[in-house]
């Protein structure tokens, strides 16, 4: 959830995100903010804020020290990695987490190839920060999820 860009975005720093994101903020934030206070009232309602720059697809920051990397739909049609390699710290955000969470919106389908997509870049990961639950993993959390999307009975066998 991207609550937080009116903040960021106030105090001037620079919202960085991918067109899939954006385009599924524009589409989805009104509904997104009114189902939270559905269940939570005392959320705030908050505007949508835009990401100040929008990339294509992956991007790199600050010379190569951090990498947003979209591998796919997972968690939701717009989530991706952020990858810090001098520190070998992925932030998964909701990708990756101790438990399945709320899949209301996630691509059952495409999310575990989007996981081996991640598996297949061979990243020398030592730290995974998840958006859920306990924030810090080590590297076994993308095959411990794996494991749990092919073992819950809602999404079936995957490769």
């Known amino acids: 959830m991207v609550g937080g860009n009116a903040y960021w975005k106030r105090i001037g720093a620079k919202i960085v995100a991918i067109q899939v994101t954006y385009d599924f903020l524009q589409r989805h934030w009104t509904a997104?903010?009114?189902?939270?206070?559905?269940?939570?009232p005392a959320y705030p309602d908050l505007p949508l804020t835009l990401p100040s720059e929008v990339h294509r697809d992956s991007f790199v920051l600050q010379h190569g020290d951090v990498q947003g990397i979209y591998l796919g739909p997972s968690h939701t049609a717009a989530d991706i990695f952020v990858w810090f390699p001098r520190e070998g710290v992925l932030d998964a955000g909701s990708i990756l987490k101790e438990h399945l969470g709320n899949m209301a919106k996630a691509d059952v389908k495409e999310y575990p190839n989007t996981l081996h997509k991640l598996k297949a870049l061979h990243?020398?990961?030592?730290t995974i920060i998840s958006g859920h639950w306990s924030a810090v993993h080590g590297p076994e959390l993308i095959d411990r999820y794996l494991q749990m999307l092919a073992q819950d009975?809602?999404?079936?066998?995957?490769?």
């Open 153 to 159: 009975a809602r999404y079936g066998a995957h490769p």
């Open 123 to 126: 990243l020398p990961i030592r």
């Open 32 to 40: 997104t903010v009114a189902g939270i206070r559905k269940n939570l």
